[in-house]
């Protein structure tokens, strides 16, 4: 009998990151968004400062991460970003752990608001079975075609 691997999730705010952590999480993202996925991608947008952090580790070693911006002055919604998965974890659940933290996490903290995010269109299904829906039409994200897709605050109150 298989033993099930060790995974584990941490949520952290930008000031609680190591140098060492900062930077692994950096490069991790810039190894998918920017160098795998063949994008000019400006992954250091400035709104990491302000962010959650949440990073998926399996037997210890770095599998995943997302990014959630809570609600500032303008419309009250929480923003989920820079979900990645390492690409030799793909297709193991992953993706779906890290949404479902997520999700749990905003509706804990940020109960009754509308949850948003920018989805790469091939992952649109993934995200419909999460309860988001499609609100735009797709659009060009620096060679990487995305579309805007929401959650109502209803979906996110407490259960």
Not at 17 to 46: H, K, M, N, T, W
Not at 69 to 97: D, F
Request: proline share 7%; hydrophobic share 40%; with cysteine.
């Amino acid at each position: 009998m298989t033993s099930l691997p060790n995974i584990s999730t941490e949520w952290q705010r930008f000031d609680q990151l190591s140098p060492a952590a900062l930077y692994e999480l950096l490069r991790f993202r810039q190894q998918i968004f920017v160098v795998e996925q063949r994008s000019p991608y400006p992954d250091l947008d400035g709104l990491d400062h302000s962010a959650w952090h949440l990073s998926l580790r399996v037997e210890g070693v770095l599998a995943g991460c997302l990014r959630l911006l809570p609600p500032t002055e303008g419309p009250p919604l929480v923003r989920i970003g820079r979900v990645a998965v390492a690409p030799e974890r793909r297709r193991q659940g992953l993706g779906r752990k890290l949404m479902a933290e997520g999700l749990s996490f905003c509706r804990e903290r940020y109960p009754g608001r509308g949850i948003v995010l920018g989805a790469q269109l091939h992952l649109v299904s993934f995200y419909e079975s999460l309860g988001f829906t499609a609100t735009t039409a797709p659009y060009d994200d620096f060679g990487v075609a995305h579309v805007e897709m929401a959650t109502s605050g209803e979906d996110n109150r407490s259960a």
